[in-house]
């Protein structure tokens, strides 16, 4: 007799996450037999950054598995240094990130430039776990150290008529080979309305595994917005203007019937080249569904109630 | 193949052919394809089906332009490797991105045109290889040329393919593109001025 289960098991249940988890430990172990000599070395402690100050936020801390740090810090895109995921680890070093300032201007009532060392000092920093979904179907988790974005506009006071936050990234091409190639519209530029900048979950990142951020995540200042496609998280921020006016967003610009402002992560709804219903957590063989605003519709969901999620993708 | 066809120049061919191949095995197993191997694996394997193909199409006007014989002898087991290489290729999005979901599979085929272009591309090599050894050659007599001219649209399907699945960069798939371009551009050449001048003269 054949007995038929109807199908309550997850992906969780098909094989052993731990397992997979583990996939590094088990190809370690099998290269160390298949190579006596094992080129292979173990991961060290700490990762050579300069260490945070931080205070860890475990209310806001996603109860997945870490990422690996090597892969978080190695497997990047950023096409500012090239548009393969290893070219970032490769070149980023070059890039100078101190001195670094940042202008803010637009529609708010204290624009200027100032000196990184000034946009940070009275923010307390801290830890969260976030995952982050690549709109390439892959996805990370990864302990960043940051503070919200919402303090950050508080103190600088948007006008009335801000409606939205527009960020730029540095645009250095001596430093930045990618952008020697006119692969996007240089410099990038993404953009949040004011209720998302303004969100609790929406963080400004400087660091990541208790360090300053490796210049390949980012360095030395980031947005993370855990709840859309990684391409809205920009990296190396130079300019932060408010606006009336949605931003033109660079991936938008690139091609808009493939990337909209919003970007929310939505297995519902396909990239027009690819679905977006499942992802590859890095270091997992199985694929995981993707979740509704990547996990976080609880927290998020409101802030797009009566709107067409298929029209605003 | 038959014995008479081993000679030096087919095993150092088929042995370098082959290393790609081995060269992803052991980086698979050691860890060495970075954070994402599965993909590494897809688009490696991907990537020399394209090259493979272009080096196929590449035998007969190498052979034409310079008069070299060897170049024909190896052509066929260039066709035959770009065909390993697209199955490893298939397998690759068949497990480890679609582990074997046939109706989300179908659905890719029909939704997404990239996908249809490949699998349009490796239809048409399996049926070329199929049909590639001596046996079949005669079976098919006067039919096997006109069946193996279907590596041409093959091989714009092959960058078609490559074409549709980049995100910006465009510039691996066009170089690919003009080799492709250049490759099929001198065969369409070579036959307008065949048809043009009334007599064919040929060494």
């Known amino acids: 007799m054949l007995i038929r289960r109807k199908s309550d098991l997850t992906e969780a249940d098909v094989t052993d996450p731990a397992w997979y988890a583990r996939r590094r430990e088990f190809l370690q172990g099998t290269a160390a037999l298949l190579l006596a000599a094992g080129g292979l070395r173990p991961a060290q402690a700490g990762h050579g950054g300069r ?26 895109n950023f096409y500012e240094f090239g548009t393969d995921k290893a070219s970032p680890a490769e070149l980023a070093g070059r890039l100078t990130t101190d001195p670094w300032s940042v202008t803010i201007d637009g529609e708010v009532a204290r624009p200027g430039t100032y000196a990184l060392e000034d946009i940070l000092k009275p923010h307390g920093l801290e830890e969260r776990i976030y995952r982050l979904r690549c709109v ?13 974005l919402a303090d950050l506009i508080r103190r600088f006071e948007p006008t009335s008529r801000a409606k939205y936050v527009e960020f730029t990234t540095l645009y250095r091409p001596e430093e930045m080979p990618g952008q020697r190639r006119a692969v996007l519209d240089w410099p990038y530029v993404e953009g949040l309305r004011m209720d998302e900048a303004m969100h609790p979950l ?36 130079v ?75 | ?41 897809t688009r490696s394997s991907g990537e020399w089906t394209l090259r493979f193909l272009l080096l196929t199409l590449a035998m007969s006007p190498l052979r034409e332009a310079f008069g070299w014989r060897w170049p024909l002898r190896l052509r066929r087991m260039f066709g035959l490797y770009a065909f390993f290489y697209g199955l490893l290729h298939l397998t690759t999005y068949l ?10 599979i179908g659905r890719d085929i029909l939704k997404r045109p990239f996908i249809t272009a490949g699998m349009g591309a490796l239809l048409i090599l399996a049926a070329l290889a199929a049909t590639s050894n001596q046996a079949m050659m005669r079976r098919l007599g006067r039919r096997w040329k006109p069946l193996h001219r279907l590596v041409y649209p093959a091989v714009v399907l092959a960058v078609l393919h490559h ?4 995100k910006a960069d465009l510039r691996w798939p066009a170089i690919y593109g003009i080799i492709a371009a250049g490759l099929l551009g001198w065969r369409l050449y070579r036959r307008y001025r065949r048809r043009g001048s009334p007599v064919v003269v040929r060494a």
């Open chain 1, 136 to 148: 390439e179907r892959w996805s990370m988790v990864i302990p960043w150290i940051g503070f919200p």
């Open chain 2, 1 to 41: 193949m038959g014995l008479r066809h081993i000679d030096g120049l087919r095993v150092g061919v088929f042995t370098a052919a082959l290393l790609p191949a081995l060269w992803l095995g052991y980086a698979f197993f050691t860890d060495r394809l970075g954070a994402n191997p599965f993909e590494a694996l």
């Open chain 2, 163 to 166: 074409f549709w699945l980049v």
């Open chain 1, 202 to 237: 929406t963080l400004l990142a400087v660091g990541l595994y208790g360090e300053v951020l490796p210049n390949q995540n980012g360095a030395p200042l980031r947005l993370v917005v855990p709840w859309k496609y990684g391409f809205k998280s920009i990296k190396s921020i």
């Open chain 1, 239 to 313: 300019r932060i203007r408010f606006t009336e006016q949605m931003p033109q967003t660079t991936w938008h610009k690139a091609a808009p019937h493939e990337y909209g402002f919003y970007a929310n992560v939505n297995p519902a709804v396909d990239h027009p080249r690819w679905s977006q219903k499942r992802e590859r957590r890095i270091g997992e063989f199985r694929k995981r569904k993707t979740l509704p605003f990547n996990g976080y519709a609880e927290q998020v969901a409101h802030l797009y109630a009566g709107m067409d999620l298929r029209r605003f993708f």
């Open chain 2, 95 to 104: 497990w480890f991105d679609q582990f074997f979901d046939w109706p989300e």
């Open chain 1, 51 to 76: 260490a945070l100050q931080y205070r860890p936020r475990p209310d806001l801390a996603a109860k997945d598995a870490l990422t690996d740090f090597s892969d978080v810090t190695t497997y990047n």
